[in-house]
C-alpha cells in the first residue's frame, strides 16, 4: 500500500473552514497537497508543511477543474485522492422566487464537483487507490424544512455524484466517501445560533473524518459517514 507521502491529494476551497483544517492535516501528515482556490493570495504557505502547490480555481468556471487537474498532474506526476469541499449556502426555500439563488448553489455545491472529479478521474484509475471524499451535508440526506430547499437540492444531488463515482470507479479502486455532517463551527453558519441540545462540530473533526476516509484500503469501503451535531428521529 502507498504511504501517505508517495500520495497526491487535490483539496477544494482549501483557504478557509472545513478545507483549510483539512489540507492542514493532511500537511501535516505527509500527504503532497495540490489545493484549489478562488483567490490563491488567500492561502499563507506558512501554514503547510511539505510539497504543495496551490491554484486558481472556480466551482462556477466550466474550464477551472480541467486546467487545475492538468496542472496537479504536471507537477506530480499523479493524483490519488480529491476532497470535493468547496460549497455554499444561501438559504432559500420553496416559495422564494430566486433562481439565481438556486443556480449558484447548483453550479457551487455540484456542478464544480461533478466536473472536477470528471477531470480527475484518470489519474484516480491510474494511482490504484484512488480516493473521492465529498463533503456533502446532512442536508444531502433529508429535509427539516421546505425553506432549506435550494441547498438540499444541491446536496442531495452532490450524494448522487458519490454513488456515481463508486459505480464507475469500483473496478479501478477508485472509492468515494460522502461525509455529511450537521452543524460545523465555520463561517457558513457563522449567523447560526445552537439552541440547547445542539452543537457546532469544529472543523478538526471533519478534517480527521476525511483523513480516515483517505486511509482506507481498497477492500474497506465506506459511501457514507453521517456525523449528527444534534438528536434526529432517524439520523
Ligand atoms: N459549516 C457547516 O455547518 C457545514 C455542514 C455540512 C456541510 N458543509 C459543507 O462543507 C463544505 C465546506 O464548508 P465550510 O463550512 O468550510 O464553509 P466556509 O468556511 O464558508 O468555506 C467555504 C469554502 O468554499 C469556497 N467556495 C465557495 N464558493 C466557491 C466557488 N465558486 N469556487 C471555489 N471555491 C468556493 C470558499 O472560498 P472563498 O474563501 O473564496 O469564498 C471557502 O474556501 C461545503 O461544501 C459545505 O456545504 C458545511
Known amino acids: 500500500m502507498l504511504s501517505s507521502s508517495d500520495r497526491v491529494i487535490m483539496v477544494s476551497g482549501a483557504n478557509r473552514g472545513i478545507g483549510f483544517a483539512t489540507a492542514r492535516l493532511l500537511a501535516g501528515a505527509g500527504y503532497r497537497l495540490s489545493l484549489g482556490v478562488r483567490d490563491p493570495a488567500s492561502i499563507d504557505m506558512a501554514d503547510f508543511e511539505g510539497e504543495t502547490l496551490v491554484s486558481k480555481w472556480d466551482a462556477t468556471d466550466p474550464d477551472s477543474s480541467r486546467a487545475w487537474a492538468a496542472r496537479t498532474g504536471e507537477r506530480f506526476g499523479r493524483i490519488d485522492g480529491v476532497v470535493l469541499n468547496a460549497g455554499v449556502v444561501l438559504r432559500v426555500g420553496l416559495e422564494d422566487d430566486d433562481d439565481a439563488a438556486y443556480n449558484t448553489m447548483w453550479q457551487t455545491n455540484f456542478m464544480g464537483p461533478l466536473r472536477l472529479a470528471r477531470a480527475a478521474m484518470p489519474q484516480l484509475r491510474k494511482s490504484g487507490h484512488g480516493r473521492v471524499v465529498n463533503i456533502v451535508s446532512i442536508s444531502g440526506k433529508r429535509l427539516l424544512t421546505g425553506s432549506t430547499l435550494g441547498y438540499a437540492a ?12 463508486r459505480q464507475e470507479g469500483w473496478d479501478d479502486n477508485v472509492r468515494a466517501t460522502s461525509i455529511c455532517p450537521g452543524l460545523v463551527d465555520t463561517d457558513m453558519v457563522a449567523d447560526v445560533e445552537t439552541p440547547e441540545g445542539q452543537f457546532k462540530i469544529a472543523p478538526e473533526t471533519i478534517a480527521e473524518t476525511v483523513a480516515y476516509a483517505l486511509s482506507l484500503p481498497n477492500e474497506a469501503v465506506v459511501a457514507e459517514i453521517l456525523i449528527n451535531s444534534r438528536l434526529e428521529a432517524s439520523l
Not at 444541491?154 to 463515482?165: G, Y
Open 154 to 165: 444541491s446536496k442531495f444531488a452532490a450524494m448522487a455524484l458519490t454513488h456515481a463515482i
